[in-house]
């Protein structure tokens, strides 16, 4: 019989205070920035933590004020600190990112300040070996692995010692062009693909990024063709205006060779794209962890968390599985709906 594990999901990545204009005020000329904590694998482990699992981040922190802040924020989230360490050289800092709205047709915008962090010191030795046993599933992103040779190194190993120990691997291309070219994406990305249990590539930076050619379901078919990845997710987003989205995805299960669709939401009312597609992932891997690895219901939680996360200012989710149950059941149904939740 399995032994339980302490955690339903880890994740590895890199923690980031966000500074943003209020409302639509513009970088170059507002007075006042607004503070936030977010972080791609922290908004994952957020909304699987919202709906019910055990989580916790894997990641290095400043020692100091801003450090706390981070941290505390991460347990206001229900996600666990344990796995947390922290840099008490002078030359500790925490990344950081600026983030402005758009109003068609001003598209949104964002300034990266986040190089030489402490993140790009963390180290596997860091950590006791008990960390590997510890965890259902593991989960980290192509945003760790660009920031630093150090954090490529840290967080391959990591896979690789996380899978020895019967964790699901989950990886989430998340492709930024300031970071990393695409060669050395895919490149790296390849090293890693074989230890993959759950991947998820946009269709866009799958003909980006791996040159891939084809309709969608071809696309993400032929990524199990050439790697032992057993579900492929890939999100299908539509930008009407900054402010008005519809979005879809779509799962395929390579064991037994069936792909998942539902109806997309439509004319999303965005208040805030930001951590939406990291939301999307936090509700797919609750269905699979949830569900016994059932993709309808991977899907189905995916897309709704995702949509919502829209309407939702910053980068964290904020949902818990009875909104996000009552959205689901919304969007299936035909008939009359009640304007307002009472």
Known sequence: METKKEFDLLA??????RLSPPNNERIVRGETLQKQAGGAELNVVSGVSLLGLRTGIISKLPANDIGTYIKNRVRFCGVSDDYLVYDSEKDARLGVYYYENGAYPRKPGIVYDRMYTSMTKIDVEDFDE????????????????????????????????????????SFD????????????????????????????????TARLTFGKEGD?????????????????????????????????????????????????YRDIEVVDRIGSGDAYISGVL???????GDCQKALEYGNATSSVKNTIPGDLPSSDLREIERIIRAHKSTGRQSEMDR
Not at 222 to 237: G, H, W
Not at 286 to 292: Q, S
Request: with cysteine.
């Open 130 to 169: 008990s960390l590997f046993s510890s965890a259902r599933c593991f989960h980290t992103t192509g945003i760790t692995l660009a920031l630093s040779e150090k954090t490529r190194e840290t967080a391959i190993e990591m896979i690789k010692r996380f899978k020895q120990a019967g964790a699901m691997i």
């Open 12 to 17: 590895l990545g890199e923690l980031l205070l």
């Open 216 to 264: 969608v379901r071809t696309i993400m078919k032929s990524f199990t063709e050439d790697y032992p990845i057993s579900i492929v997710a890939s999100t299908q987003r539509i930008v009407h205006s900054p402010k008005r989205h519809t979005f879809g995805s779509v799962i395929y299960n390579a064991k037994t060779n069936v792909y998942y669709e539902e109806e997309p």
């Open 286 to 292: 609750y269905g699979l962890l949830a569900h016994n």
């Open 173 to 204: 291309v998340n492709f930024r062009g300031n970071l990393w070219t695409g060669e050395e994406a895919r490149a790296c990305i390849e090293r890693i693909l074989p230890y993959v249990d759950v991947f998820f590539c946009s269709e866009e």
